[in-house]
Nanobody, 125 residues
C-alpha cells in the first residue's frame, strides 16, 4: 500500500496550488493532510472521510483549503488558495482505517497509519 503525494512547487503569494494524493492498492476510511514548515512541528491541515466526503479543516486554512476526491482514480486532492508565506511547508497526505468522528482524534497524526512521502510547497512573497 502506498500513498503518493504530488503537486508541490513554487507559487507566488496570493496564488493557488492543488496537491494530489494517490492511493495504490486500496481505499481508506479517512484521508488527512498535514504540513511541516521549516523549523516547526508537523501540523494538521484538513481531513476527509472517503465514504461521505465530509471534511474538516484547521482554522489556519479554513476558507482557503478544499479537500476533494476522485473515486475512479482513488485520489484525494488538497486545493489551497490565497497562499501566503506561512503556507510554505512540506505537505503530507495520510490515511487511516480507523473509524472516529471526534475532532481531536481525526486531526491528530496518531490517527493515521499510512503516510505519503511529502511534497514541498514554497510560497514566494
Amino acid at each position: 500500500v502506498q500513498l503518493q503525494a504530488s503537486g508541490g512547487g513554487l507559487v507566488q503569494a496570493g496564488g493557488s496550488l492543488r496537491l494530489s494524493c494517490a492511493a495504490s492498492g486500496r481505499t481508506f476510511i479517512r484521508y488527512g493532510w498535514f504540513r511541516q514548515a521549516p523549523g516547526k512541528e508537523r501540523e494538521f491541515v484538513g481531513t476527509m472521510r472517503w465514504s461521505t466526503g465530509a471534511t474538516y479543516y484547521a482554522d489556519s486554512v479554513k476558507g482557503r483549503a478544499t479537500i476533494s476526491r476522485d473515486n475512479a482514480k482513488n485520489t484525494v486532492y488538497l486545493q489551497m488558495n490565497s497562499l501566503n508565506a506561512e503556507d510554505t511547508a512540506v505537505y503530507y497526505c495520510a490515511a487511516s482505517d480507523m473509524l472516529s468522528i471526534t475532532i481531536p482524534t481525526i486531526s491528530s497524526e496518531n490517527h493515521y497509519s499510512y503516510w505519503g512521502q511529502g511534497t514541498l510547497v514554497t510560497v514566494s512573497s
